[in-house]
């Protein structure tokens, strides 16, 4: 099994900057893409971030140019930097990661936990 845990999440005020971080652990060989989703209060999941194993990034129109996502293969985890928050941000951040667990397993989708993002105006 494959288990994602997340940390980094937080209050902060407008304007300020959080780092998200989600380390896979588990019976690995391989990640693909991994990816950062939220889901607010009310609304429905929606994708923040994704990275490719080759590092092509793919970013949501509302956070562009405030978020950058990346990746550290070695260490299995995803990072979500957030700058220049805003009160839209607030929701629940959850960690996605593509995996296989051998040369040739199909891949599996896993999720993390969700942390907790707020943004106080």
């Known amino acids: 099994q494959v288990q994602l845990v997340e940390s980094g999440g937080g209050l902060v005020q407008a304007g300020g900057s959080l780092r998200l971080s989600c380390a896979a652990s588990g019976s690995i060989f391989s990640i693909n893409s991994m990816g950062w989703y939220r889901q607010a209060p009310g609304k429905q999941r929606e994708l923040v971030a994704t990275?490719?194993?080759?590092?092509?990034?793919n970013y949501a129109d509302s956070v562009k140019g405030r978020f950058t996502i990346s990746r550290a293969d070695a260490k299995n985890t995803v990072y979500l930097q957030m700058n220049s928050l805003k009160p839209e941000d607030t929701a629940v951040y959850y960690c996605n990661q593509e995996v296989y667990m051998s040369l040739i397993a199909p891949a599996r989708q896993y999720w993390g936990q969700g942390t907790q993002v707020t943004v106080s105006s």
């Open positions: 990275i490719t194993r080759g590092g092509s990034t």
